[in-house]
């Protein structure tokens, strides 16, 4: 099993335990992959984001142009920016393959 997969793991057991609630768990997912990008997200999964973003336990950087929303680890900012551009570059090169 990967780091990822133990870590999912034990998020959902504390979850079953009663331990964590669906906001929480989503909170420690994102702290523990360091940087979560983001599509559509439903109100109460946003909202807890947003409220561990006031609190200061993630980071948070809006869509930005073809670079997407992020939620991250405080200490990660600079890889947040380096996945935000990587994928901004990822989609620019599948636009421009579709146009070629």
Do not use: W
């Amino acid at each position: 099993m990967t780091t990822m997969q133990n870590i999912v793991e034990k998020i959902q057991d504390r979850m079953q335990r009663g331990e964590l609630t669906a906001a929480e768990a989503n909170i420690e997912l994102v702290l523990a992959e360091r940087v979560r990008i983001v599509c559509k997200l439903s109100r109460e999964v946003r909202k807890a984001l947003n409220n561990a973003v006031k609190e200061g336990r993630l980071g948070h950087m809006k869509k930005d142009g073809l670079k997407p929303e992020v939620y991250y680890h405080p200490t990660f900012d600079y890889l947040a920016r380096a996945t935000r551009n990587k994928a901004e570059k990822s989609s620019i090169k599948a636009i421009s393959s579709v146009l070629a």
